[in-house]
């Protein structure tokens, strides 16, 4: 099956510090890829949805400055997370879509904790 | 606007039995794909079946079929012959035409040995 790949897995940093979540799908193109968030026993949040070689779209409320994506190739997205603080932490799992409505395929999530 | 509704927020059931897990769909599209994902623990989620809007057959994969309603609106996830490892949060998800998911609030699902 789809395979995609997110790194890190966990992530534990201080206050200020910015931090990059890579997505990668292993063995197929993604045309485009999605980032979530997730709280404890809650539904996915979408974030923000990226096309290959465009300008993420970001869902409202979500900072386009604080969270920083950038989908450069069919195959890697990333996610940076400026100048992180406590209430950014969370789980953020991304997500890679070949085309149309075939199924998203998701990375096992980035567990980012803000100290 | 899309929308996906889990009415289940859990459901308990005995090993070896079967399980039908509940989603209910509203969508302005007349094409759209129906899917339900797997989150056991870990946090991973896992793709497990499709049904898009013009499949005259209900979708099947192993021990996983979808009674897809679409007068109804209905796009429920059987789970049969239930295993311990079965035990996990279920997402029921729709596309539609603009492709940007929609994630119903999941059912925990926990099964008894």
């Known amino acids: 099956g789809a395979v995609v790949s997110q790194h890190p897995s966990w992530v534990i940093c201080k206050s200020g510090t910015s931090v990059k979540i890579e997505c990668r799908s292993l063995d197929f193109q993604a045309t485009t890829m999605f980032w979530y968030r997730q709280f404890p026993k809650q539904s996915l949040m979408l974030m923000a949805t990226?096309?290959?070689?465009?300008?993420?779209?970001?869902e409202q409320g979500v900072e386009k400055d604080k969270f920083l994506i950038n989908h450069a190739s069919l195959t890697l997205s990333t996610l940076t997370v400026t100048s992180a603080h406590p209430e950014d932490s969370s789980f953020y799992i991304c997500?890679?879509?070949?085309?149309?409505?075939?199924?998203?395929?998701f990375g096992d999530g980035t567990r980012l904790s803000i100290l | 606007a899309q929308k996906i509704t889990q009415t289940q927020p859990g459901m308990f059931v005995q090993e070896k039995e079967a399980v039908t897990l509940d989603c209910t769909y509203d969508?302005?599209?007349?094409?759209?794909?129906l899917f339900w994902y797997k989150q056991p623990s870990s946090g991973e989620m896992i793709f497990l079946i499709y049904?898009?809007?013009?499949?005259?057959q209900n979708a099947t994969e192993g021990r996983y079929s979808l009674n897809f309603q679409k007068a109804r609106k209905s796009a429920n996830l059987v789970i049969s012959a239930s295993q311990l490892g079965d035990s996990a949060m279920y997402f029921c998800?729709?596309?539609?035409?603009?492709?940007?998911?929609?994630f119903g609030r999941g059912t925990s699902l926990i099964v008894h040995p």
């Open positions: 997500s890679a879509r070949a085309q149309g409505f075939q199924p998203q395929h």
């Open positions: 990226s096309n290959e070689g465009s300008k993420a779209t970001y």
């Open positions: 998800a729709i596309y539609g035409g603009s492709y940007i998911p929609t």
């Open positions: 969508t302005s599209d007349p094409s759209y794909g």
């Open positions: 049904q898009g809007s013009y499949d005259q």
